[in-house]
């Protein structure tokens, strides 16, 4: 079974999401048999590179709140995550251009580093004092090594801003025709879909669900046809 996950870097509730799924898969009895993919989404793809605020500033100018309550939502976050066993900073973090990592997320897909990095970028966004957006990208090489990639591999791909570009904007794209508007969005086997950090007890029972009506396979056609099976492949005779 396969589990795709469109997610953000700069989503609080992506963070807090993947761990309480990840609860829930840790529990169930088919994990071995459970492919999990992370799929790109970015919650503000119209910022500019180097255009990076305080997330503070940037809650109060896009949800018209004041700061007050800006930060008790921060609050609020942190408390969520420190339940999940997350770090979080509520104060001071900052907010900017995620479209960079999503490249490197499918750079690390390709050599099976995908998990380990997705969950790297998010401990440093939300958890770290150093920034992931005003370092430049000697900060994502260095995450990305960390996660198990090669520095020169990930300084090729930052260097070239076509790299995997149209890998993330095909995430994007799949993520709008599937009805997802917001993140984190599971989709189960391209049958169910689950939006939002729901509680692990939610994601325990949409595994279960969606394993237990996976669709057996129909043969088409019956007979002795020829294939190649453990013991080889069998020698047409010709008298």
Known sequence: MRVEIWSDIACPWCYVGKARF?????????????????RSFELDPGRAKGDVQPVITMLTAKYGMSEAQAQAGEENLGAQAAAEGLDYRTRGRDHGNTFDMHRLLHLAKEHGRQDELIQILYRANFAEERSVFT??????????????????????????????ADAVRADEREAAQLGANGVPFFVLDRTYGVSGAQPAE??????????????????????????????????????
């Open 22 to 38: 990840e609860k829930a898969l840790a529990a169930f009895p088919h994990r071995d048999e459970v492919e999990v993919v992370h």
């Open 135 to 164: 370092e430049g990208d000697d900060r994502l090489v260095e995450l990305a090594v960390e996660a198990g990639l090669d520095a020169a591999s990930v300084r090729t791909v930052l260097a070239d801003p076509d790299a995997y």
């Open 202 to 239: 939610v994601f325990t029972q949409a595994l279960a669900q969606a394993w237990g009506e996976r669709s057996p396979l129909k043969p088409i056609a019956q007979g002795d046809a020829e294939a190649c099976g453990p013991d080889g492949c069998a020698v047409p005779q010709h008298g």
